[in-house]
């Protein structure tokens, strides 16, 4: 929820044209996430919109809410959190869909953002560190460093036990 918007409105809106890639088809391309390996799939195109093959990224550990990711010059930042998909409970109990995996530790996933495999994927763990959006990214220190600017206002754990989301079961 945001508690303001600033800035100035847009005068006009008109939309240019519809991407439709050339008219190819693109199928299997999701936000929502994958019962089975791999969770997650990274897609990118090349700056004259030609697809490269997919980045199966099969080093995530469950699958994880990931609602956004950031992009830098040189690299694409991926997170794992403790929102954990759980198809079974919402089949089988009627419970939601997404659950809470309080004894994971969240990770951060760093990977080449024109990689052709995940074999250059580095994940590091950031406790406490639920990210679901991002506001930006960029390389600071010659790429070095990575600084990203994200969301994490309240403790996932605290919202799940005080009722923001239904319970796991």
């Known amino acids: 929820m945001t508690p303001y918007e600033s800035g100035h409105a847009v005068p006009r809106w008109r939309q240019r044209h519809r991407c439709d890639f050339d008219g190819r088809r693109m199928i299997g391309m999701t936000a929502h996430p994958k019962k089975d390996p791999p969770f997650l799939t990274y897609i990118w195109f090349d700056k004259a919109g030609n697809k490269a093959d997919d980045v199966p990224i099969f080093s995530l550990q469950q699958p994880s809410m990931l609602h956004d990711f950031a992009i830098t010059e040189h690299y694409a930042i991926f997170p794992e ?16 869909l997404i659950g809470l995996d309080s ?10 953002r024109y990689a052709e495999d995940e074999s250059e994927m580095r994940w590091f763990k950031v406790p406490g560190f ?39 079961g």
Do not use: K
């Not at 959190?81 to 939601?96: E, F, K, T, Y």
């Not at 990214?137 to 994490?152: D, F, K, M, Q, Y």
């Open 130 to 168: 639920n990210m679901l959006h991002t506001a930006n990214a960029w390389e600071e220190a010659n790429g070095e460093e990575i600084i990203l600017v994200s969301t994490n206002n309240l403790s996932v754990t605290h919202a799940w036990q005080h009722g923001t989301h239904a319970s796991s």
């Open 103 to 112: 004894a994971m530790v969240q990770r951060i996933g760093v990977l080449p």
């Open 81 to 96: 959190s403790q929102l954990v998909m759980c198809p079974m409970n919402m089949a089988l109990r009627g419970g939601s």
